[in-house]
């Protein structure tokens, strides 16, 4: 699966392949103690440059998810701790793994409606829409509310990553969510792109997002198709 290059505010390409095969790593398709295969080989594959490659392990070195082993190769090394910028998100492809990305369907800075549960302390955030894939497949669409008293999301700067533009641009950190996971119909908003129609039953996922406040200071609320993506969670 190449990188995604088309979205000009997507995450840098070295950044994208690290949390590619973080994920895959989760997931469980690279295990401890896999040897992977030559630089050389991993790059052509991924269509970029050693240089880009080497990058990418080296992130994930930082993380001692990765022994690079002079005349051997390199080896994952399975820690339990991430420290992944999808570490929270949930959907994979049913195979496993699959790198998030997302365009950008609208964002807004309005008064939060009455039919939004409470959560942060102002009465007003930002609205971002979004349409979600793995790799190149369309999975979900998601409403993201963000209490204002965190800052104001400016669409110029938002890359896949909303919790990266919040520890990058407004200087915290999601450190816990609690998901609800049902059964909902497709928004109104929905677009004609996506693999289902408006008003369908499909996957539901509701979350409360807390930074270090005692207020959660996040709502979303996602719509995912359960042919293309399965929710996941993983204790360990």
């Known amino acids: 699966m190449p ?19 973080i994920r895959d790593i989760a997931a469980g398709r690279l295990i401890d103690g896999e040897r992977l ?10 269509n970029v440059s050693v240089g880009t490659l080497r990058k ?9 998810m990765l022994e690079r082993i002079q005349g051997s190769g390199n080896y994952i090394r399975e820690t339990g701790t991430q420290n992944s910028v999808y570490a929270m998100f949930r959907l994979e492809l049913p195979q496993g793994g699959g790198l998030p990305r997302a365009d950008i369907l609208s964002v807004d800075h309005l008064k939060k409606p009455s039919d939004l549960p409470d959560f942060g302390t102002s009465d007003t955030g930002s609205r971002v829409r979004r349409m979600r894939y793995l790799n190149d497949t369309i999975i ?4 993201i509310w963000l209490d204002e008293s965190a800052g104001l999301i400016k669409r110029s700067l938002l890359s896949d990553s909303l919790y990266r533009y919040y520890q990058h641009q407004l200087g915290f950190w999601i450190s816990r969510a609690e998901d609800r996971v ?16 408006t008003g369908e039953a499909v996957g539901y996922i509701e979350r409360f997002s807390w930074s270090d406040k ?17 929710y996941v969670q993983r204790l360990k």
Request: charged share 25%; hydrophobic share 40%.
């Open 3 to 21: 990188p995604n290059t088309r979205n000009p505010n997507a995450l840098p390409i070295y950044v994208q392949i690290a949390e590619l095969l």
């Open 37 to 46: 295969p030559p630089e050389r080989d991993m790059a052509a594959e991924l």
């Open 56 to 64: 990418s392990l080296a992130e994930l070195e930082k993380k001692g």
């Open 140 to 143: 979900a669409v998601e409403e």
């Open 182 to 197: 049902s059964i909902g119909q497709l928004p109104d908003w929905t677009p004609v792109a996506f693999t289902k129609a």
């Open 214 to 230: 005692a207020e959660p200071v996040e709502f979303s609320k996602t719509w995912f198709d359960p042919d293309r993506a399965t």
